[in-house]
Each structure stands twice: as C-alpha cells, then as structure tokens.
C-alpha cells in the first residue's frame, strides 16, 4: 500500500522504466517530475500507467518490484532510474577520460590530451597531485629509464605505494563498480601493493599469482607466505562466482588469451564487472609477437619484449599487443558494453595513455525479460 513506502526515493529497474515510457494509457496515467532532470533526460517527466493486473505473469520477484514503483507513484514518491551504463556513458560517469569502441576517437582523444599539458624538457623528480586511493595530496615520485619515462609504471604515491596504472585502475573500479565491502572480487595478482590495497577494503577479495609447475589451486610459497596459484586460461573456480574480476596487465604474457577472456567470463556471476588492462598497439588488430609452436618451443615474430616479473629475474615474455578486435573477443564470451576506457589526468597524475578494457557479464535473466518485454508487446 502506498503508506507503506518509508524510502525517500525508489529506484526503478530499466526493464519497468522501458515498459513505463511506452505505455501512457489515456486515463491511468500520474506525472512523476523527477529531480534527476540533468542525468536522466526525457524520462525525467513521464506518465506511468497505475495498472496493476499487468503483472500476473510475472515472477513474484517481478511482481514484487512492480507493486513498489506502482505504489511509489502512487504515493508521489521521487523515482530514480536505474541507469544502464552505455559505452559511451562510462567515461561520463568516471567524470573523466573518453569510452569508445572506435579506434579513431580513441587516438584522437590522447592526441588532444597531448595539447593540454606539456612537460618540462628536463623530466622532475616527482609531480604533485591528488591521489585518488589515499584521497590527499602527494608528490608522485617519477622513476626515469635510459630509454625515456613509461608513464603507467611510474608516478609512485609514497603513501599507497601505488603507481600510475595501479592508482588509476582503483578509481575506475570504484567509481564505475561501487562495489559493495563485502562483494567477491578476484584479482589475477597476489604480491602486489595494489592487491594489498584492494584486499585491505574488500575483505572477499582473491588474489592469485601464476606459478608454472603448479596447477590451478594449488598454492606456494613467495615472500614467506602462501599464495593462491592460478592459469587464468583453466581457472579452478565455480561458476558465476565473483561479482568483480581484475586482471591488469597479465593477458599479454599469456599465449592462449581467448582462453582466459572465457574463463574470466565464466567466473563472473550475472552483471559481473570485468576490468583489464594490458599493452595497446593503437590498432584494430592484435599484434602477435610470439607464438607457441607445436613442439613447445616459442617462435618470435617481433624482438622479445620482457616485461617485470615477480618469480623471475630473467622478466616474462610478452606475446601480444592487444588490438580493438579484443572487444569482439569478449563480446563473444558474454561481455556486454565492453568498452575501451582512455584517459589522461595531469592532476590525478595519470600521465601517459591510460588504456583499460571494461565491460559486463550478460545478465541470464536478460533472455526471460527479453521474451516478457516481447509478450508485452514493444519492441527493443
């Protein structure tokens, strides 16, 4: 019953708001003006049908949330929808960076940001800006190479121990994610600052690292403690089993990428988020710099690029440099709106092309909406 509702505001599920926004019945209908004018454009101001039999062949969950929203207006309660986050709606709710599927919008994005701030010949010491994890000021150490400065390795908070790609990785989850204290998180590292980061806010969280004469499950021994040992390309967890998943910087060391793209997605539960980072070849297509022949032994197609590793002295072997054409790969294992995530912040000290690959597991609820919003009688 309408007196019943004690929230201020009620948040509507899409699928209702669809239904709502394409069905006006002369003589049933009550005027909502939302206060989210700016975020939720024409659907701030629409007639909602008080129906209520429209439901009978709903789930009783479906049911459930129906009969709320039609009591809310009743009650001339405020209603929020629930905003799908679209492509191209990503980077405007990090509130920076641009989020696109288009290869020519992406280059030209940094080659603008490269107008915006121009740095002194003589690389500092260090840069002064706001660090997001430790919500302070800092000055962000630069560690300089004989070969120039990789901005996402570098720009350390001496607070968080975070670098630039580790810090900025954290404000996306955050900010796009909201993760809930307790959601499941796995993380593909385990010996990082930043996975001691991430495990200190998110007690679920899980961390692996690879070791290559263990398998999936196993555990062993760095640093004088335990840690979880996990190939991402036939990982040992359930089903649907964590609501985030963060892999950063681990896909091109590995051969059979595909592979894991799908375990990745099998892992995620339902409207999981999936974030990744890895080298980007400003291309369409993937750059493969080495192969595994059918002996075992590996094949380079490029000269051997090494890059850090944590059990290794000698670095691991990069194998590819992702393209666009990732985006197909984890379309096709069920992640939706996958995006590619760019972004340069001078103040944030995100310096460099920040890449990130961001998306959600498919909904198995969605086919059964599908079929309900097809019996109701619209079209997508």
């Not at 394409?22 to 909502?32: I, T």
């Not at 989210?36 to 789930?59: E, H, K, V």
């Not at 000055?139 to 630039?164: A, H, M, Y």
């Not at 679920?204 to 760095?222: H, I």
Request: charged share 20%; aromatic share 12%; glycine share 6%.
């Amino acid at each position: 019953m309408p007196g019943e509702i004690t929230a201020s505001v009620v948040i509507i599920p899409t699928w209702i708001r669809q239904r709502i926004q394409k069905s006006c019945f002369s003589g049933y209908g009550h005027r909502v003006d939302s206060q989210f004018d700016s975020d939720f454009g024409p659907y701030s101001s629409l007639y909602f049908p008080l129906i209520r039999n429209w439901n009978t062949r709903l789930t009783s969950g479906q049911r459930a949330a129906w009969s709320t929203t039609i009591d809310a207006l009743s009650a001339g309660m405020p209603c929020l929808f629930m905003k799908h986050l679209s492509s191209k709606s990503v980077a405007e709710t990090l509130g920076f960076g641009i989020s696109t599927r288009s290869l020519a919008e992406l280059s030209d994005y940094f080659r603008d940001q490269k107008k915006l701030y121009v740095l002194p010949s003589e690389i500092p010491q260090d840069l002064r800006g706001f660090c997001y994890v430790c919500q302070s000021m800092q000055k962000f150490s630069i560690l300089e190479q004989p070969d120039g400065v990789n901005w996402r390795e570098t720009l350390c908070c001496p607070s968080c121990n975070l670098i630039n790609r580790w810090r900025s990785s954290m404000h996306v989850f955050e900010a796009l994610c909201t993760p809930a204290r307790n959601c499941r998180l796995y993380l593909t590292e385990a010996v990082t600052p930043l996975y001691q980061v991430v495990k200190q806010r998110y007690k679920n969280t899980l961390g692996s690292e690879y070791v290559a004469e263990r398998k999936s499950g196993e555990w062993a021994e760095a640093s004088g403690s335990k840690i979880l040992v996990q190939d991402v390309t036939a990982l040992s967890f359930e089903n649907n089993e964590f609501d985030v998943l963060m892999s950063f910087d681990v896909l091109e060391h590995v051969p059979d990428y595909q592979a894991a793209i799908r375990e990745f997605s099998r892992v995620l539960k339902p409207g999981g988020w999936l974030i990744v980072s890895a080298p980007f070849a400003f291309a369409e297509k993937t750059m493969l710099r080495a192969s595994i022949r059918p002996d075992g032994s590996i094949e380079h197609h490029l000269p051997p690029d090494y890059h850090g590793d944590p059990f290794s002295n000698n670095g691991i072997l990069c194998f590819q440099n992702f393209g666009m054409d990732l985006l197909s790969l984890l379309d096709e294992a069920g992640i939706k709106s996958a995006s590619v995530l760019g972004f340069t912040d001078l103040d944030l000290g995100y310096l460099g092309e920040n890449i990130l690959f961001v998306g959600q597991k498919k909904s198995c609820r969605s086919e059964s909406w599908d079929k309900i919003k097809r019996w109701l009688g619209f079209k997508d």
